[in-house]
């Protein structure tokens, strides 16, 4: 927070909705994606569905980031907290880097699509019972 990339909110239950709502949206269409063998975009949705799942999270704690690198810090403080499996931040860190991979560096496979688009199911299952409690 220091440094700008956190910044504290009122929790709105309408704005937490609407970031999983989009989570969904983006979940559906890279499941489209994969199926249509359009394996960069379906990459690239993945990480985006966990993005916005996040984001909910972070919402209902107080949250908002600034930069995409800020949810990372909050679900490592998590974990250190015992509310989140150390898994969760690995699949949305390798999300992270394989949309990276996809949009800078013109890399990826129908393998690191299908095993994205399923921790993002997981991911926005757990983030959305984590934000339910």
């Given at each position: 927070?220091?440094?700008?990339?956190?910044?504290?909110?009122?929790?709105?239950?309408?704005?937490?909705?609407?970031?999983?709502?989009?989570?969904?949206?983006?979940?559906?269409?890279?499941?489209?994606a994969?199926?249509?063998?359009?394996i960069?975009w379906?990459?690239?949705?993945?990480?985006?569905?966990?993005?916005?799942?996040?984001?909910?999270?972070?919402?209902?704690?107080?949250?908002?980031?600034r930069?995409?690198?800020?949810?990372?810090?909050?679900?490592?403080?998590?974990?250190?907290?015992?509310?989140?499996?150390?898994?969760?931040?690995?699949?949305?860190?390798?999300?992270?880097?394989?949309?990276?991979?996809?949009?800078?560096?013109?890399?990826?496979?129908?393998?690191?699509?299908?095993?994205?688009?399923?921790?993002?199911?997981?991911?926005?299952?757990?983030?959305?019972?984590?934000?339910?409690?």
């Open positions: 927070m220091k440094e700008g990339f956190l910044e504290k909110i009122k929790p709105e239950k309408d704005l937490i909705e609407k970031e999983f709502k989009e989570s969904e949206y983006d979940l559906k269409r890279s499941e489209d994969l199926n249509e063998k359009d960069k379906s990459i690239i949705m993945s990480y985006y569905s966990m993005f916005h799942a996040a984001r909910a999270l972070l919402f209902s704690l107080g949250l908002k980031e930069r995409h690198f800020a949810i990372a810090v909050v679900l490592e403080d998590l974990i250190k907290k015992g509310k989140l499996k150390s898994r969760f931040f690995s699949d949305f860190h390798a999300a992270m880097s394989a949309r990276e991979d996809a949009d800078y560096r013109y890399t990826y496979s129908e393998e690191t699509s299908s095993y994205l688009i399923d921790s993002a199911k997981e991911f926005l299952n757990v983030i959305r019972s984590m934000v339910k409690k």
